[in-house]
């Protein structure tokens, strides 16, 4: 004999339906107050498990570290490997576009320029030097001429492996052979200090103005054309010889200010 509890009641669709139905109606023509105190019992029940919901959707995500994530420590040097290459690329850039444009004059096929920054610099009334971060093992030689903004500055006074000294033309003991504006005269300038330099022995006959360019002259094997020096700011009468020039120099490039120079290296 089966009991009741092992009975299995069979409850059609239509039926159910039909029950939704009536208790839809049921509730429709219930009176307000009953129908507020459901929802109220509802509230209670389903709030809590619905506050804890909505705190779990909006809970931080985990702080644990990510295996592909570096550390802070990490990244700071690399951020600043990454702001140091892209200086260097900068810089490196700058001198290959100043040696294309030496190198793409004629006059300058088949010389070789050094790039050098200046370490050191001393200017003042009795000396007019620099020290360079480039030296013999960079084809550096003494006597070669060094350049800056497209002029003539100075000359490799001094040399080691990885340094040189350079010898400014405004220097006291600088003296190298020069010519004036169109003049077809060889004559030397002689450093003044303080950024300055001049020309005392030009007899008067020769007529210099103001202004006229002064030029370092072609020397073979270490400058092979003419190339600026400066202008002439001053021309008087030379007052211990009434028929010389006393002629004042203004270099074309203002050494004070410079951070790298190029020398020539006319057989590399």
Not at 141 to 154: L, P, W, Y
Not at 255 to 258: A, H
């Given at each position: 004999?089966?009991g009741?509890?092992?009975?299995?009641?069979?409850?059609?669709r239509?039926?159910?339906?039909?029950?939704f139905?009536?208790?839809g109606?049921?509730?429709?023509?219930a009176?307000?107050?009953?129908?507020?105190e459901?929802?109220l019992?509802?509230?209670?029940?389903f709030?809590?498990?619905?506050?804890?919901?909505?705190?779990?959707?909006?809970?931080?995500?985990s702080?644990?570290p990510l295996?592909?994530v570096?550390?802070r420590?990490?990244?700071d040097r690399?951020?600043?490997r990454l702001a140091?290459?892209t200086?260097?690329?900068?810089?490196?850039?700058?001198k290959?576009?100043?040696?294309?444009?030496l190198r793409?004059r004629?006059?300058?096929k088949g010389?070789?320029?050094?790039?050098a920054?200046i370490?050191?610099?001393?200017i003042?009334?009795?000396?007019?030097?620099l020290?360079?971060?480039?030296?013999?093992?960079d084809?550096l030689?003494?006597?070669?001429?060094?350049?800056?903004?497209?002029?003539?500055?100075?000359v490799?006074?001094g040399?080691s492996a990885r340094?040189a000294r350079v010898?400014?033309l405004?220097d006291p003991s600088?003296?190298i052979?020069?010519?004036?504006g169109e003049?077809?005269v060889?004559?030397i300038?002689?450093?003044?200090?303080?950024?300055?330099?001049?020309?005392?022995l030009?007899?008067?006959k020769h007529?210099v103005?103001?202004?006229d360019?002064?030029?370092a002259?072609?020397?073979p094997?270490?400058l092979?054309t003419?190339v600026?020096?400066?202008?002439?700011s001053?021309?008087?009468?030379?007052?211990?010889n009434p028929?010389?020039w006393?002629?004042?120099?203004?270099?074309?490039?203002r050494?004070?200010?410079?951070a790298e120079?190029?020398?020539v290296?006319?057989?590399?």
């Open positions: 004999m089966t009741m509890a092992g009975r299995r009641v069979n409850v059609s239509r039926m159910l339906f039909t029950w139905v009536l208790a109606f049921i509730l429709l023509l009176p307000e107050g009953l129908t507020g459901m929802q019992t509802f509230a209670r029940i709030c809590r498990p619905a506050s804890l919901l909505i705190k779990a959707s909006l809970a931080p995500p702080t644990e295996a592909d570096v550390s420590r990490r990244y690399l951020h600043n140091n290459v200086q260097w690329l900068r810089r490196e850039r700058e290959v576009e100043t040696l294309s444009g793409d004629p006059v300058w010389v070789d320029f050094v790039l920054d370490i050191q610099s001393t003042d009334a009795l000396h007019g030097r020290i360079i971060n480039r030296g013999s093992e084809g030689a003494k006597k070669q001429f060094v350049m800056a903004s497209d002029s003539v500055i100075g490799i006074s040399i340094t010898m400014l405004t600088s003296r052979p020069v010519t004036i003049l077809n060889s004559v300038m002689q450093g003044r200090g303080n950024d300055s330099a001049g020309i005392s030009l007899p008067r007529n103005n103001m202004g360019i002064v030029y002259q072609k020397k094997g270490l092979g003419a600026i020096v400066g202008a002439v001053r021309c008087r009468q030379d007052p211990q028929l010389l006393d002629i004042d120099v203004k270099p074309a490039c050494t004070r200010k410079l120079v190029t020398v290296v006319m057989n590399p």
